[in-house]
């Protein structure tokens, strides 16, 4: 009988219970294949960011046996600076060679460490600036899911370590036990990890008509030529002024906006449909197979046939 992935998750002060609770819950829908355990840095029971304490039954010696350490975020209103050092110090227990994973603000404890040091990494990109400041080493890059550096893998903030979990999932043991456990979580069972963190972007006052209207419809018709000219004519704006206005409202420009819409519609019927990539290309907008495979690839990393073999585990997927 195969022995079970043994996954430690290190839950420092401060910690956010649903982060916590995470590795248990996703990896745990994989049929048996990892042992999840919990401990802290002392084997005291540990202060979540709540009103409430979690009594942990183990110390930093589970980390010495783990294949897999996973350091889950915290609040970094509740954790001091002590906390923040005895936590980093823990991951000296951790032996060679096995694997690091943080979700949320829990790459401040790899930092740290200074496990993360010239490496790629992410972390909640409402942390970023100051987790730059405190690790200037660190390659970090907030405005994705997740940073898969082969033994060292961090997410970002919250539902991404959801993401993450089925990652390793889908790493260690492929895209059909993936999908199971995202089916027995109730959740989507693939968000690329390059795709970008929903990032807060202020959003002024509208004065006068916006582009609301204009964008909704240009939802309904990606499969016709939707250009700058055609959407200002719309919206009954010069192109200049819906530039500016796409700008202020979604942080974007009206081409930009419109090929993501594209990828996004594409990768729905990927998803959930048997349509070609042709098929599927001139539905969303674009001239042929190839441009979407090229839009496809440049957006996400990944072919249009890989990404539905990977989301719905079907062999050959198309082309």
């Not at 979540?48 to 975020?73: C, H, K, M, W, Y």
Request: hydrophobic letters at 40%.
């Amino acid at each position: 009988m195969v022995r079970p992935h043994r996954v430690v998750v290190l839950a420092p002060d401060g910690v956010y219970p649903f982060d916590l609770g995470i590795p248990a819950r996703v990896l745990g829908a994989a049929n048996g294949l990892y042992e999840v355990v919990t401990c802290s840095a002392d084997g005291e029971p540990v202060q979540t960011n709540s009103d409430f304490s979690i009594s942990v039954q183990r110390g930093p010696e589970a980390l010495r046996n783990a294949d897999t350490v996973i350091v889950p975020g915290f609040d970094s209103l509740v954790i001091g600076a002590d906390a923040l050092a005895k936590a980093a110090s823990a991951l000296k227990s951790v032996s060679p060679g096995t694997r690091l994973v943080s979700i949320c603000t829990g790459a401040f404890v790899l930092a740290a460490a200074g496990l993360l040091d010239g490496r790629p990494a992410t972390t909640h990109w409402a942390a970023a600036d100051v987790f730059r400041s405190w690790y200037p080493a660190v390659d970090l890059n907030p405005d994705v899911l997740f940073v898969d550096d082969g033994d060292i893998v961090t997410s970002a903030g919250a539902a991404s370590g959801v993401d993450l979990c089925l990652h390793l999932i889908r790493t260690d043991h492929g895209s059909e036990l993936a999908n199971h456990a995202a089916r027995m979580c109730v959740t989507p069972p693939w968000r690329d990890g390059g795709q970008a963190q929903y990032i807060e972007r202020p959003v002024p006052v509208a004065v006068g008509r916006g582009t609301g209207d204009t964008r909704e419809w240009a939802r309904a018709n990606l499969q016709d030529t939707l250009t700058l000219a055609r959407l200002a004519a719309h919206a009954h704006m010069s192109p200049r002024t819906l530039s500016r206005r796409f700008e202020e409202e979604v942080g974007t420009s009206p081409g930009r906006w419109v090929a993501v819409q594209r990828i996004d519609r594409a990768r729905e019927l990927l998803e959930g449909t048997d349509l070609s990539v042709e098929e599927i290309a001139h539905k969303v907008g674009f001239v042929g197979g190839t441009s979407l495979r090229e839009h496809f690839h440049a957006a996400l990393g990944v072919s249009p046939a890989a990404y539905r073999r990977t989301f719905r585990g079907v062999p050959g997927g198309g082309s």
